[in-house]
């Protein structure tokens, strides 16, 4: 599902015409590259030891955890409801493109059907032809340095854990019948 939704978003998304200078991409975006970068290092350290559970346990927690449950989730309202060719779009499509090279790559050792048909969907048509038409010729990616990497992970860090505490509350608020939907 994270890679449908990755995928549908870069659909109408030309990285050599629409990409955002990294400087230039919303916070938020800036962030979010930033912890794919975390994430690959991690992963790719326990690839060169042949230590495949905990790429997947990683994997599995970030598809989930900090995509789908936090910044996609976000990320949903700039991406249907700026205009098509908007800074704001195109900031988080250039997050996600990044995202999603990266993450298709270290996918690809062990979830091969899932990202040989990912590769096809997503690569240009030229990346898919220079790629010999597979995934698997590509080397991991290198995703853009992100100057304040450091500093927004440890600031997203907090934000993430108020988020945590403030989404239990109104759980609790909207089981007590006082709101209706924590939107």
């Given at each position: 599902?994270?890679?449908r939704?990755?995928?549908?978003?870069?659909?109408?998304?030309?990285?050599?015409?629409?990409?955002?200078?990294v400087?230039?991409?919303?916070?938020?975006?800036?962030?979010a590259?930033?912890?794919?970068?975390?994430?690959?290092?991690?992963v790719?350290?326990h690839?060169d030891?042949?230590?495949?559970?905990?790429?997947i346990?990683k994997l599995?927690?970030?598809?989930?955890?900090?995509l789908?449950?936090?910044?996609?989730?976000?990320?949903?309202?700039?991406?249907?409801?700026s205009?098509?060719?908007?800074?704001?779009?195109?900031?988080a499509q250039?997050?996600?493109w990044?995202?999603?090279?990266?993450?298709?790559?270290?996918?690809?050792?062990?979830?091969?059907?899932?990202a040989?048909?990912?590769?096809?969907?997503f690569?240009?048509?030229?990346?898919y032809?220079a790629?010999?038409?597979?995934?698997?010729?590509?080397?991991?990616?290198?995703?853009?340095?992100v100057?304040?990497g450091?500093?927004?992970?440890?600031?997203?860090?907090?934000l993430?854990s108020?988020r945590n505490?403030?989404?239990?509350q109104?759980?609790?608020?909207?089981?007590?019948?006082s709101?209706?939907?924590?939107?």
């Amino acid at each position: 599902n994270t890679l449908r939704f990755l995928l549908a978003n870069t659909s109408d998304f030309d990285y050599s015409k629409d990409a955002v200078v990294v400087a230039d991409l919303f916070e938020i975006d800036r962030y979010a590259i930033a912890n794919m970068a975390a994430l690959q290092k991690d992963v790719l350290a326990h690839y060169d030891q042949f230590e495949f559970h905990p790429v997947i346990s990683k994997l599995q927690m970030y598809c989930s955890e900090d995509l789908g449950g936090f910044y996609l989730d976000i990320l949903k309202d700039r991406l249907y409801t700026s205009g098509t060719t908007s800074h704001a779009r195109r900031s988080a499509q250039t997050a996600i493109w990044h995202i999603t090279q990266s993450l298709l790559r270290l996918i690809a050792p062990t979830l091969s059907f899932t990202a040989e048909e990912a590769w096809a969907t997503f690569a240009s048509k030229e990346a898919y032809a220079a790629s010999d038409e597979t995934i698997f010729t590509q080397t991991y990616y290198t995703l853009p340095a992100v100057a304040d990497g450091d500093a927004l992970l440890a600031k997203y860090a907090v934000l993430r854990s108020i988020r945590n505490d403030v989404t239990k509350q109104l759980e609790e608020v909207r089981v007590g019948g006082s709101i209706g939907s924590s939107l």
